[in-house]
């Protein structure tokens, strides 16, 4: 498909409502369902992505049976579409703040750990001083959040990770080891460190495979040939740790997602001395090469202030593992 149209035309084309269909398409491999989220007819959008591909002279995207995949073309222009996006939204909150407006928006994709009180009360912080900024914050598991951040749906992830992430900046980066948690009475409660071993001997509340806790610990009994047969799998933490309560029931987490519950005698967080349990990351990302508008900057230097400031001098012994 050859292209005879100018740069100019070209260029002008990309900031229309074609490329924002396009970019929708991208995100969720399909017309059909780009249609659903964007409330436009399904053909109306294949008619301004056929326009696009004989502007350029490109097929933007592999057609499957199940789905669309962006070819290297399309995966070139969805990068421009997200930056161009991005672009404009830092320039419009940029221009209000110059009018002296206090407004803005942060997107925020968090692991569900973090969600529970942790980032909700950096959040709460930060509307006390900036009453007019307003949070989304959306609730995934570990791979989505970065996957959020690098297709431009989330300001700011955070997260725990294994391995780098492509077109992920690591604005923070902290140990996050895994430990047993469980109700104060609970026979091992006052123990120093306990093995997964242990644990077995009581009822567990697992999370769901899905999670790197959940990976980690599945590792960790796979080296000592420990079956599990956990009493309870949830990916919904709370119900963990209702579990908890009222019997010897254990499960595990990392210190965030329980340093609060900890804090109050709820629960007791003891350390685990099994090898690889402490083979993961908590991360603060945000995507590569992009500029975020100023209401997440400060957010983000908020978030990251807290965290350093909380570091532990020894990994090992955090006040999530003290003893009621």
Same mark, same amino acid.
């Given at each position: 498909?050859?292209? @005879?149209?100018?740069?100019?035309?070209?260029?002008?084309?990309?900031?229309?409502?074609?490329?924002?269909?396009?970019?929708?398409?991208?995100?969720?491999?399909?017309?059909?369902?780009? &249609?659903?989220?964007?409330?436009?007819?399904?053909?109306?959008?294949?008619?301004?992505?056929?326009?696009?591909?004989?502007?350029?002279?490109?097929?933007?995207?592999?057609?499957?049976?199940?789905?669309?995949?962006?070819?290297?073309?399309?995966?070139? $222009?969805? &990068?421009?579409?997200?930056?161009?996006?991005?672009?404009?939204?830092?320039?419009? @909150?940029?221009?209000?703040?110059?009018?002296?407006?206090?407004?803005?928006?942060?997107?925020?994709?968090?692991?569900?750990?973090?969600?529970?009180?942790?980032?909700?009360?950096?959040?709460? &912080?930060?509307? @006390?001083?900036?009453?007019?900024?307003?949070? @989304?914050?959306?609730?995934?598991?570990?791979?989505?959040?970065?996957?959020?951040?690098?297709?431009?749906?989330?300001?700011?992830?955070?997260?725990?990770?294994?391995?780098?992430?492509?077109?992920?900046?690591?604005?923070?980066?902290?140990?996050?080891?895994?430990?047993?948690?469980?109700?104060?009475?609970?026979?091992?409660?006052?123990?120093?460190?306990?093995?997964?071993?242990?644990? $077995?001997?009581?009822?567990?509340?697992?999370? &769901?495979?899905?999670?790197?806790?959940?990976?980690?610990?599945?590792?960790?009994?796979?080296?000592?040939?420990?079956?599990?047969?956990?009493?309870?799998?949830?990916?919904?933490?709370?119900?963990?740790?209702?579990?908890?309560?009222?019997?010897?029931?254990?499960?595990?987490?990392?210190?965030?997602?329980?340093?609060?519950?900890?804090?109050?005698?709820?629960?007791?967080?003891?350390?685990?001395?099994?090898?690889?349990?402490?083979?993961?990351?908590?991360?603060?990302?945000?995507?590569?090469?992009?500029?975020?508008?100023?209401?997440?900057?400060?957010?983000?230097?908020?978030?990251?202030?807290?965290?350093?400031?909380?570091?532990?001098?020894?990994?090992?012994?955090?006040?999530?593992?003290?003893?009621?």
């Amino acid at each position: 498909m050859p292209s @005879h149209r100018p740069l100019p035309a070209i260029a002008r084309q990309l900031q229309d409502t074609s490329l924002r269909y396009f970019l929708e398409v991208v995100r969720c491999g399909s017309i059909a369902e780009a &249609s659903v989220r964007l409330n436009v007819a399904g053909s109306a959008i294949s008619r301004h992505i056929t326009q696009l591909e004989a502007l350029m002279g490109i097929s933007l995207f592999e057609r499957r049976p199940r789905g669309m995949v962006p070819s290297a073309a399309g995966e070139l $222009l969805a &990068s421009h579409a997200i930056k161009s996006a991005h672009e404009a939204e830092r320039v419009a @909150h940029d221009i209000q703040a110059l009018q002296g407006l206090q407004r803005g928006r942060v997107r925020v994709a968090t692991t569900e750990g973090f969600a529970m009180e942790f980032v909700p009360q950096l959040i709460a &912080s930060f509307v @006390h001083k900036n009453p007019g900024v307003q949070f @989304h914050m959306e609730v995934l598991p570990p791979a989505d959040v970065s996957r959020r951040v690098v297709q431009g749906d989330a300001d700011i992830g955070v997260t725990f990770t294994r391995a780098v992430e492509k077109d992920i900046r690591v604005e923070l980066i902290r140990p996050a080891p895994i430990y047993a948690v469980m109700r104060s009475g609970h026979p091992l409660a006052r123990l120093r460190r306990i093995g997964v071993a242990q644990m $077995l001997a009581y009822p567990l509340a697992l999370p &769901s495979p899905d999670t790197t806790v959940r990976q980690l610990f599945d590792i960790a009994c796979s080296l000592r040939r420990l079956a599990v047969t956990p009493a309870l799998t949830s990916n919904y933490i709370a119900g963990l740790f209702g579990f908890l309560r009222e019997h010897d029931g254990i499960t595990i987490a990392g210190e965030l997602s329980i340093r609060n519950q900890v804090a109050r005698g709820d629960l007791v967080a003891i350390a685990l001395r099994d090898p690889g349990l402490a083979l993961r990351n908590m991360e603060v990302q945000t995507l590569v090469g992009r500029e975020l508008p100023r209401a997440a900057q400060a957010f983000l230097a908020d978030l990251k202030a807290d965290l350093k400031a909380d570091l532990a001098p020894d990994a090992d012994e955090p006040a999530a593992a003290a003893a009621p």
